[in-house]
């Protein structure tokens, strides 16, 4: 969003910049024709001076408007923002304790033997008794309960010399 206030911005001063342009313009041709003569095929070199400072102007003023249709257009800041809030969105859908079981299906069969002993424990088990029901290692299950986090499935909290593994809501 902020590229287009820009871009019109832009525009803006361009036409400011058209408006100067114009004036100077007038101002240098009408010198040119006082200060040079008036013969058909005489050469002045002030109007030919005038014509390059003419041709220099429009093309700096063309350059800049450009540049402010560009941002209003083409500007990419407002696609980005808008798959970053679609990213926000996905991450803040919260997963149902019905649609845990739909998700079991998508897991490698360790993470559903992990959280199917939180399911089975009304959504909140102590990592230790993991350990103890799985009959897995320690850092086995802590491996697995990292996959599962990162997939936000599950969340640890800490609680004394251990972990509780929760459900996420």
């Given at each position: 969003?902020?590229?287009?206030?820009?871009?019109?911005?832009?525009?803006?001063?361009?036409?400011?910049?058209?408006?100067?342009?114009?004036?100077?313009?007038?101002?240098?041709?009408?010198?040119a024709?006082?200060?040079?003569?008036?013969?058909?095929?005489?050469?002045?070199?002030?109007?030919?001076l005038?014509?390059?400072?003419?041709?220099?102007?429009?093309?700096?003023?063309?350059?800049?408007?450009?540049?402010?249709?560009?941002?209003?257009?083409?500007?990419?800041?407002?696609?980005?923002?808008?798959?970053?809030?679609?990213?926000?969105?996905?991450?803040?859908?919260?997963?149902?304790?019905?649609?845990?079981?739909?998700?079991?299906?998508?897991?490698?069969?360790?993470?559903?033997?992990?959280?199917?002993?939180?399911?089975?424990?009304?959504?909140?088990?102590?990592?230790?008794?993991?350990?103890?029901?799985?009959?897995?290692?320690?850092?086995?299950?802590?491996?697995i309960?990292?996959?599962?986090?990162?997939?936000?499935?599950?969340?640890?909290?800490?609680?004394?010399?251990?972990?509780?593994?929760?459900?996420?809501?």
């Amino acid at each position: 969003m902020k590229n287009k206030i820009a871009g019109f911005l832009v525009i803006g001063i361009a036409i400011l910049m058209g408006f100067v342009i114009y004036s100077y313009q007038s101002t240098l041709s009408q010198l040119a024709t006082e200060t040079c003569p008036i013969t058909g095929d005489a050469f002045c070199i002030h109007e030919e001076l005038a014509n390059q400072q003419i041709n220099i102007n429009v093309a700096i003023l063309v350059l800049v408007i450009a540049i402010g249709f560009y941002l209003i257009f083409f500007s990419k800041e407002e696609r980005i923002i808008t798959k970053l809030l679609r990213v926000k969105e996905q991450v803040s859908k919260k997963i149902s304790k019905d649609n845990y079981r739909k998700v079991l299906s998508s897991l490698e069969s360790d993470e559903k033997d992990v959280l199917e002993h939180v399911l089975s424990s009304n959504g909140s088990i102590y990592q230790s008794a993991l350990v103890e029901k799985t009959g897995f290692s320690k850092v086995h299950v802590t491996r697995i309960l990292d996959k599962l986090e990162g997939k936000q499935l599950i969340e640890r909290k800490r609680r004394g010399m251990t972990n509780i593994v929760l459900l996420r809501n």
